[in-house]
């Protein structure tokens, strides 16, 4: 089971002030992990990637074990403190401004 924690805003959308617990299948990386958590939350799909491209929108950004894995590629594996559920991935809305 993946543990994801999202921004508040998010979880508002779908109605959930927890993290999300998800099964991927097969290799998880971002791309799996993003895939399962629309297809569990479909109100989701274009709020953290771009619908068309896929790739991330510009103020998220993606952590797990300490690490920032937003410019990661979406098809790298994720570390296995978050495959094994040890450690939560986060999708984070990032700030802006002065």
Known sequence: MIRVVLPAHLKTLINQ???VVLDVAGPVTQRSLLDALESQYPVLNGTIRDPTTQRRRPFIR?????LDLSHASPDDVLPDEVVSGAEQFFVVGAM???
């Open 62 to 66: 993606f952590f797990a074990c300490e």
């Open 96 to 98: 802006a401004g002065g």
């Open 17 to 19: 002030h927890r993290e």
